[in-house]
């Protein structure tokens, strides 16, 4: 083994801020939360302007949203990049920045820290894809799907793409 220099410092992970190890291949699964899990999205209106910005970045930076859902002090989504896209962790970024600098405007208080962090998982495994797509409506909460539907229906033509797909393989 090589001995290691005293002043090399050596890269560990942190568990109170996760690495974000993200690429522009693959499936990915992000939850993010506001500062504090205060509930600032807690209007329509500021519910829709977390998932209209989602959307939009989403196809600017060419990842196709499989499913998603948004909260008063939350979101998680299921994206896939497409071909051309561009780096998961800028668009979140640009999430992040967007909603603040607006929802700051609508209530009058510019400079005001709202998201905390973000978390990521790579989806490697169809086992664990679709168990991320069943997990919201087992606490009691609904994803929409790309069209509106609801999970039960995305899990189904899921379900059934990967199978036909995968021909009994169980990676993505």
């Not at 499936?27 to 939009?56: D, Q, W």
């Not at 700051?104 to 894809?129: H, I, M, P």
Request: hydrophobic content about 40%; aromatic content about 12%.
């Amino acid at each position: 083994m090589p001995e290691q220099n005293a002043n090399e410092a050596i890269e560990k992970d942190w568990p109170h801020a996760p690495p974000h190890r993200l690429d522009t291949n693959g499936v990915f699964m992000i939850t993010a939360a506001t500062l504090y899990k205060e509930y600032f999205f807690r209007t329509p209106e500021k519910l829709a302007l977390l998932e209209n910005t989602l959307l939009s970045l989403a196809k600017k930076y060419h990842w196709r949203l499989e499913a998603w859902a948004v909260f008063a002090n939350h979101y998680h989504f299921v994206a896939c990049g497409e071909e051309g896209a561009l780096e998961l962790d800028r668009m979140v970024k640009q999430l992040h920045d967007d909603t603040a600098r607006e929802l700051n405007r609508c209530d009058q208080t510019e400079g005001r820290a709202v998201w905390y962090n973000f978390w990521d998982t790579k989806l490697t495994y169809q086992r664990s894809y679709l168990a991320r797509l069943l997990r919201a409506p087992e606490s009691g909460q609904t994803w929409a799907g790309p069209s509106g539907e609801s999970v039960s229906l995305v899990f189904r033509r899921l379900v059934r793409a990967h199978s036909s797909a995968s021909n009994g393989q169980d990676d993505l």
